[in-house]
Nanobody, 114 residues
Framework: QVKLVESGGGLVQPGGSLRLSCAAS????????VSWYRQAPGKERELVAY????????KYADSVKGRFTISRDNAKNTMYLQMNTLKPEDTAVYYC???????WGQGTQVTVSS
């Protein structure tokens, strides 16, 4: 049974940091590129960050470049999103995904507010 389980979301003040985790199971995590997406209220889901299977190629949405870092630990079947200098416009539900397999987690809420 395929599972992607996100954790680490919450409420943070502007300028703060959060680290999201996504634990994968039920498939061979290490051979697939993975991504983080987000969806804000009233907006379409957007790609936030991408990392290849080896972890040596990453891509980011322009809106998060220099603030967010995607990483993965294939030995732990886990991917991460380190989010720094958070802004109110980063408020959204964040999803981890294996796009090539159309696998999605259930999402974790990130709220940036004072």
């Amino acid at each position: 049974q395929v599972k992607l389980v996100e954790s680490g979301g919450g409420l943070v003040q502007p300028g703060g940091s959060l680290r999201l985790s996504c634990a994968a199971s039920g498939f061979t995590f290490s051979i697939y590129p993975v991504s983080w997406y987000r969806q804000a209220p009233g907006k379409e889901r957007e790609l936030v960050a991408y990392i290849n299977r080896f972890g040596d190629l990453t891509k980011y949405a322009d809106s998060v470049k220099g603030r967010f870092t995607i990483s993965r630990d294939n030995a732990k079947n886990t991917m991460y999103l380190q989010m720094n200098t958070l802004k109110p416009e980063d408020t959204a539900v964040y999803y981890c995904s294996v796009p090539g397999l159309n696998y999605w987690g259930q999402g974790t809420q990130v709220t940036v507010s004072s």
